[in-house]
């Protein structure tokens, strides 16, 4: 074990930049002993964050999220189906979550990053699990057509994090998200009344005048932190994701309930003492997201 | 099993180790040097098995996990055979079952000069010894003992060559001499080289003593002592009734 | 309140468990596991040189292949890849190796439930046998929550349909240590297993999911004791030769 | 959830009464731009540099629904085992996202437009300044809203700025549509759907020399040089807005 | 690619300063044209053309199809071009994936005219058998077979007599199909119709090595431009299409000049051309 030593040695004559590059993990244990993170953050504080909804004019339902740099947009076009027979009257959500080679140096065009379809996974297994949607809503003729859900998320820049801040844009979205008023015509297909033609004489009845927002229950946020020796990080930037391997995601609905703890391996062990610690933080953190929807939703209702 | 003073390994000595297990407690022993073979790694004050095996001791003070695989990691001054797949300017290139290709300088030769580089074709099988093995570089391998000197070292003619396990080949390699190669040596004459990478070749003046002695090395793979010579017994039987 | 399940098996018993190793004979290891009708075959190739593109070249570089049973792979089968991926660099020593890449083909041979963790045991018993460095041993196990909150083990395919929360938990084995009772402190904690993954589906309040880890815990000492009684019964018959 | 294996077919409801076309009728010269904007009026430009953290240099363009984001990597290795050149290799990729265009589409890789950025940018780098190596240019339509190719060059030339990548000028591009007689700037996407022609033009407004300019339909002389007119015009005043933009982030940053 | 050495590079260029290439040709003649046609009997029409030793294949075929959308009134046409590793070793596998594409949407933009399909030169609406049902989709093809530059000029030509030697099958509808019902045809085997390929354009480029542009420049006369000019003219002299390659920048005024430049040669190669295919028409017939 020579090299921290030397390291050691070597800290007070080298520049920060260097240092870091060279000892990367001496670097960060250094701060974390200060109780500090490179970037002034205590450790269990996640980055600013922000939300803007309505992002995306073409689609029915759309949001930004920022937390610190990662920047992720999603948006909802929702499309007719013929619902399958065992859920007749049930609609459907697919989810789908892109990397574009824009949002990060490892990305390239035509090689699709590895995360991504685990990424994508996860948010649909988290909103469903949620219990979130409540996929009758999405019913329009009973066993005939239902709406589904295409939600796309693209990361615009990946600066880790990256669960957490697809999950606050997905759930953003759908709050979002205004259905069209649509009408069965002769031919057995759904077509949409235009706003303008509201009022005055409709050819058809509309099949979903009540429907044209989602109620959402439960909301479901997520936290990631690194665990590292005995600290625990919350809402890791990439470098430090890629310096400390072992990434704890726990997702929490507004009801407190868990709906995703997700260790996939890493060095260190998660002991019950923090998994406990990783709960809290989310509680907290959960708050605060709250917080932030509410405030883009009102913010949304003045306009 | 003879018990050990000082809180010591010995309750595991000759015992099935997996990975993860503790063996030794360094705080518990005082002033006294001990030596790891494979298969141990240290972690501050605990000695834990990386490979599951059998835990060996053997006085005064080493300490080794022995492991049977089919892949053969290379350590330095093992024997193994190995088989060229390129030549180049200063290196034959030898599979030897590694992870990498190993090399095998030209002039590693007894008395080996610019001038008499041996020439050896694709495929040829070579019997020689590991001098380096460091991680993150290609091994390299020598046909010389340690005093330069060719021993039995180089390519071997004619024969066949098969693989076995590593575990098989250490045990062949064993002395006192191993029950199957001791059951197979009093009855027949053959030549047999052993690398500890697992390939075992086998010369005789008859096809058929090769073929015996060859299956009957690669059938003891999973026997025990006993087994294997009645195993070896049997099959040298059957061909005395042929002939 | 009691949950009735098949063949009378009470709420944290496991099905029965098989394992074999060796069982395919090109690959450098191999395992097959089974719990009740859920069976995975693992396979692992390697230390091969070289890593992949956008990996580090000064640590070993695992890869891991998933084969369904019927169909291509999707988004699922390419999280179980992550998941297992992950898992096992954590438990293998990536340092030992620089530069290499160890390749683990994980084959679903029935799902009767339970597969991930099926997956991940049997791909475990496969990096023993074939050599690899490991730090542990891994065992999973998974809990499900059935409506009532009740924790069961090891369900099948049936019983998971019935089941609102999974827990799929991944413990390193039970330390056989040489250290006394006790003395085993690590950082100020008393020696609990920790998590080396966790992944869950469905809700379940945080109650819920430490009762499911309480009880996971449980059950991966008997786990582990069965893949050592596993792993040893087959490395006697290697090792026994020797003796 | 998501519909496993034999994916149901879908279909985006469209309106009831099909909307005719906008007949622009030859005599017709009155009608009004969709947007109200006049024939040869652009649409407020904007931009911003430093949009993505990730990459060395990055800009965001936003024209009326037209929104692009550009990322540009490097200089780097090249990852194509490409032969030893003594000057920098150029890649460029351009992509939709599903949602950018009214009917969801499958946001690949739009192949034309990443040859056609790399014919508009080339001339304008100093590919001499960076050997051996490549310069990555990704962009990313967020949402198109109609001359989406000349705001990806301009955004991309913007980004390579940011990047510091050694270049001659910058990059501006415009385009023009034909539409029966009218020649209208700056098309939004419904125009561009019924357009009888197309001009697009890129050039390097200091240095008043065009790197690429392409033209669909049919085009009498004087039209033509109407059309080059007006889109030389507006790219040196594009170009000045972009300056701004550049100068605003330089001195912003070293506030 | 052509490896020049530095003396023959400046040979080159000092040819073209001189008005006399290396071929002996000025800087605004052609190469000699050929012109064959009916040359893939499977097709609907096909053409091979060699300028030089650039040599070129076009091919149409005809299927019938259901109109866009969004113009019921009008047939679709699309045209590819593939690259045969037979013209250069470098274009086997993938290599001449970029060059295709490439050339393929000049192609488009140059022959399909605007969005709309006004200016296109073949009329869409021509291709119409019953309005917003049946329409005839053209799949023209291109095919690079020998390669010593001037490959658009070669394709845009190939292509003109490939639409000339073209006959469509005359189609019957049977009347009385309703809604949305696709209407039952009837295909002739013996009454074709020919096209009306006057409005096609030609395509000239112009080639600009150190100050001056020539036409038809041979391979390695376009390893030493510095950009090129095509420009796709009709018969009425009016631009189809623009497509500029090449890195260097080009002040407006240049490719003002450049774009009348053409329109002159553009009336001499319609002519020349016309002439050729009408010649290799009455050749094939007498066959």
């Known amino acids: 074990m020579g090299v921290p030593d030397a390291s050691g040695d070597l800290s007070s004559e080298m520049e920060v930049d260097a240092f870091r590059r060279l000892f990367p993990l001496r670097y960060f244990e250094r701060h974390l002993s200060e109780s500090v993170r490179p970037d002034a953050r205590p450790l269990g504080r996640a980055r600013d964050t922000t939300l803007a909804l309505g992002a995306v004019a073409s689609a029915h339902g759309s949001a930004l999220a920022k937390i610190g740099s990662t920047t992720m947009l999603a948006a909802i076009k929702m499309e007719v189906m013929t619902p399958s027979t065992e859920s007749p009257d049930e609609g459907c959500i697919a989810i789908d ?126 936290l990631t932190c690194i665990l590292h020796k005995n600290y625990i990080l919350a809402d890791p930037t990439a470098e430090e994701e890629s310096i400390m391997e072992t990434l704890v995601t726990v997702g929490l609905d507004s009801s407190s309930r868990l709906v995703s703890f997700y260790k996939p391996g890493g060095p260190v062990l998660a002991y019950t003492s923090a998994v406990q610690d990783c709960v809290a933080l989310t509680r907290q953190r959960v708050k605060e997201l709250q917080e932030i929807l509410d405030e883009a939703i009102s913010g949304m209702e003045i306009d | 099993m003879d018990s050990k003073p000082s809180g010591s390994p010995a309750t595991f000595v000759d015992h099935l180790v997996v990975p993860g297990d503790l063996v030794v407690d360094l705080s518990s022993m005082t002033n006294q040097t001990i030596k790891l073979g494979g298969g141990l790694r240290q972690d501050c004050d605990a000695i834990s098995v990386m490979k599951a095996g059998k835990l060996r001791f053997s006085k005064p003070n080493k300490y080794w996990v022995e492991t049977s695989q089919k892949r053969y990691v290379p350590c330095v001054e093992d024997t193994i055979l190995g088989i060229v797949v390129d030549s180049k300017a200063d290196n034959f290139l030898i599979d030897i079952k590694g ?145 | 309140m009691e949950i009735d399940r098949d063949h009378g098996r009470s709420p944290s018993q496991l099905r029965p468990l098989s394992c074999s190793r060796n069982v395919l004979h090109r690959a450098h290891g191999s395992a097959s596991w089974s719990q009740g009708e859920t069976k995975v075959l693992a396979a692992v190739y390697g230390p091969k040189a070289g890593t992949k593109k956008n990996e580090n070249p000064e640590k070993a570089c695992i890869e891991v292949i998933w084969k369904p049973k019927t169909g291509q792979i999707g988004k699922l089968e390419r999280e179980y890849e992550m998941i297992l991926k992950r898992t096992l660099q954590s ?99 008393p020696m609990e297993n920790g998590i080396i993954t966790s992944v869950t589906h469905g809700v379940m309040s945080v109650e819920e999911y430490l009762k499911c880890l309480e009880r996971g815990r449980a059950a991966s000492a008997k786990l582990s004791d069965f893949l050592r009684r596993s792993l040893q019964s087959q490395l006697s018959n290697d090792s026994s030769k020797a003796a | ?158 980004a390579l700025a940011d990047a510091g990548i050694m270049m001659y000028d910058l990059v501006a591009g415009v385009s023009v549509s034909c539409l029966g007689r009218n020649l209208i700037i700056d098309p939004i996407l419904e125009e561009e759907t019924f357009q009888d022609g197309s001009l697009i033009i890129t050039c390097m407004p200091s240095r008043y020399e065009v790197t690429q300019l392409t033209i669909s339909g049919e085009w009498s002389t004087a039209k033509l040089n109407e059309a080059m007119e007006l889109c030389l015009d507006a790219c040196s005043k594009l170009a000045k807005i972009m300056r701004s933009c550049l100068k605003e982030a330089a001195s912003a940053s070293q506030d | 690619m052509v490896g020049l050495s530095l003396g023959e590079k400046h040979f080159i260029q000092g040819g073209i300063d001189q008005n006399i290439r290396s071929d002996g040709r000025k800087r605004d003649t052609y190469r000699p044209i050929s012109v064959e046609t009916g040359v893939i009997p499977q097709a609907n029409g096909s053409a091979r053309i060699r300028i030089g030793a650039t040599e070129v294949i076009a091919s149409v075929k005809a299927e019938l199809g259901r109109p866009d959308a969004l113009q019921p009134d009008q047939g679709k046409v699309a045209i590819f071009v593939d690259c045969s590793p037979v013209a250069e070793p470098m274009f086997e596998g993938r290599g001449g994936e970029e060059l295709s594409t490439e050339l393929s949407v000049v192609l488009q933009h140059c022959l399909l005219g605007g969005k709309s399909g006004a200016g296109a030169g073949i009329d869409l609406s021509s291709l119409i058998v019953a309005e917003g049902k049946i329409c005839w989709d053209l799949y023209i093809d291109g095919l690079v077979i020998s390669s010593d530059g001037n ?50 354009p030609v395509i000239v480029t112009l080639t600009k090595v150190g100050r001056h542009y020539i036409v038809d420049a041979t391979s390695e006369e376009e390893s030493q431009m510095s950009s090129a000019v095509s420009v796709s003219i009709n018969r009425k002299g009016h631009i189809c299409g623009l497509s500029k390659r090449g890195s260097a920048g080009l002040d407006p005024s240049v490719i003002s000049d450049m774009i009348s430049v053409a329109r002159h040669i553009s009336e001499q190669l319609i002519n020349k051309l016309d002439s050729e295919i009408s010649a290799a028409e009455a050749g094939e017939d007498e066959m």
């Not at chain 3, 998971?160 to 084995?173: I, S, T």
């Not at chain 4, 005719?20 to 024939?39: A, E, H, N, Y």
Request: hydrophobic share 45%; charged share 20%; proline share 6%.
């Open chain 3, 91 to 189: 438990i293998c020593i990536l340092t030992l190796n620089p530069n290499t890449t160890t390749s683990i083909i994980v084959q679903v041979v029935n799902d009767d439930g339970a597969l991930l963790v099926c997956a991940i045991n049997a791909a475990c018993a496969a990096l023993v046998d074939a050599g690899i460095p490991m730090k542990h041993l891994a065992v999973a196990i998974c809990c499900c929550l059935a409506e009532s909150g009740y924790v069961i083990l090891d369900p099948t395919k049936l019983e998971e349909l019935k089941m609102r929360g999974f827990a799929y938990l991944v413990f390193p084995n039970s330390v056989l240590s040489v250290l006394p009772e006790g003395s085993s402190l690590v950082e100020g904690e």
């Open chain 2, 99 to 243: 992870p990498a290709l190993a090399f095998l300088p030209v002039l590693a030769f007894e008395g080996g000069t610019r001038r008499n580089i041996p020439k050896f074709e694709v495929g040829t099988l070579l019997y020689v010894r590991v001098v380096k093995a460091n991680p993150g570089m290609n091994p390299e391998l020598s046909c010389t003992d340690a005093s330069g000197k060719a021993a039995e070292f180089g390519a071997l003619k004619d024969g066949y060559m098969f693989e076995c396990s590593t575990g098989l080949s250490r045990m062949l390699l064993s002395s006192p001499t191993c029950p199957v190669l001791d059951a197979l040596g009093k009855k027949l004459s053959f030549e047999i080289a052993v690398g500890l990478n697992g390939r075992v070749w086998v010369n005789a003046n008859s096809p058929s003593t090769v073929i015996i002695v060859a299956n009957a090395i690669m059938n003891s793979e999973s026997l025990s002592g006993v087994q294997q010579k009645i195993m070896a017994e049997k099959l040298l039987q059957k061909i005395q009734v042929n002939s």
């Open chain 4, 1 to 158: 959830m998501a519909s496993k294996g034999a994916a149901p077919s879908t279909y985006t409801p469209t309106p009831t009464k099909k909307t005719r076309p906008p007949i622009f009728s030859d005599s017709d010269v009155d009608w009004l731009r969709p947007d109200g904007r006049g024939f040869h009026q652009c649409r407020p430009a904007f931009f911003r540099t430093g949009a993505v953290n990730s990459a060395a240099g990055s800009a965001y363009a936003e024209f009326g629904n037209t929104k692009v984001i550009v990322s540009v990597f490097g200089p780097r290795e090249s990852k194509k085992a490409m032969m030893y050149s003594d000057v920098g290799r150029l890649n460029c990729n351009v992509s939709y996202t599903t949602f950018a265009t009214p009917v969801r589409g499958q946001g690949s890789d739009n192949k034309e437009f990443s040859s056609m950025l790399h014919k508009a940018l080339e001339g304008a780098i100093m590919l001499e300044t960076f050997p051996k190596t490549t310069v990555d240019v990704f962009a990313l339509v967020l949402e198109s809203g109609g001359s989406d190719l000349p705001v990806v060059i301009s955004c991309a030339s913007l």
């Open chain 5, 151 to 200: 490959l658009l000029d070669a394709l845009g030509a190939a292509i003109k007599a490939a639409l000339s030697n073209t006959g469509i099958p005359r189609v019957q509808v049977a009347a009385g199909a309703l809604g949305d019902e696709q209407p039952e045809v009837d295909i002739s085997d013996e009454e074709f119709l020919q096209f009306d390929t006057s409005g096609v």
């Open chain 1, 97 to 222: 979550f892109h990397m574009p080679p824009i949002c990060s140096p490892i990305v390239r065009p035509g090689r699709p990053a590895e995360a991504a379809p685990v990424i994508s996974k996860q948010l649909s297994d988290t909103i469903s699990s949620s219990g979130m949607i409540n996929l009758k809503e999405l019913s329009l003729v009973s066993g005939k057509a239902a709406w589904i859900a295409y939600l796309d998320i693209y990361c615009l820049d990946a600066d880790g994090a990256l669960f957490d801040a697809a999950l606050l844009s997905a759930v953003a979205a759908f709050s979002h998200l205004q259905i069209p008023i649509v009408s069965l015509n002769d031919d057995g297909k759904i077509v949409v009344i235009l706003e303008e033609d509201d009022g005055t004489k409709l050819e058809k009845e509309p099949v979903n005048r009540e429907k044209r927002k989602l109620t959402l229950s439960s909301i479901p946020f997520s």
